[in-house]
């Protein structure tokens, strides 16, 4: 069983930064894979980035260039750097994890960009 605690979340202008936090309590290095998604109100849940094992990173087009992900071993914690928010990256974002035969959640944060 694996728990993740997101945090970081909140109220920026458009333009503006914020860094999401995402907190594992197993070893991200057993992780297979790990990643963040997000899902705007009246949406689906979309994926937004990935890293895997060597630093390898990939990004949904809407996002390249303005979000990085990164991760932190010593302190079990993922992180997404986001900037050059827009009106359209307003949704609630999730981070995600693959261990072993199965995907893990967390409970989600919110982050609402102002026009």
């Known amino acids: 069983q694996v728990q993740l605690v997101e945090s970081g979340g909140g109220l920026v202008q458009a333009g503006g930064s914020l860094r999401l936090s995402c907190a594992a309590s197993?070893?991200?290095?057993?992780?297979?894979?790990m990643g963040w998604y997000r899902q705007a109100p009246g949406k689906q849940r979309e994926w937004v980035a990935r890293i895997a094992g060597g630093g390898y990173t990939d990004y949904a087009d809407s996002v390249k260039g303005r979000f990085t992900i990164s991760t932190d071993n010593t302190k079990n914690t993922m992180y997404l750097q986001m900037n050059s928010l827009k009106h359209e990256d307003t949704a609630v974002y999730y981070c995600n994890v693959q261990y072993g035969l199965y995907h893990y959640w967390g409970q989600g944060t919110q982050v609402t960009v102002s026009s």
């Open positions: 197993g070893r991200m290095s057993s992780f297979n894979g």
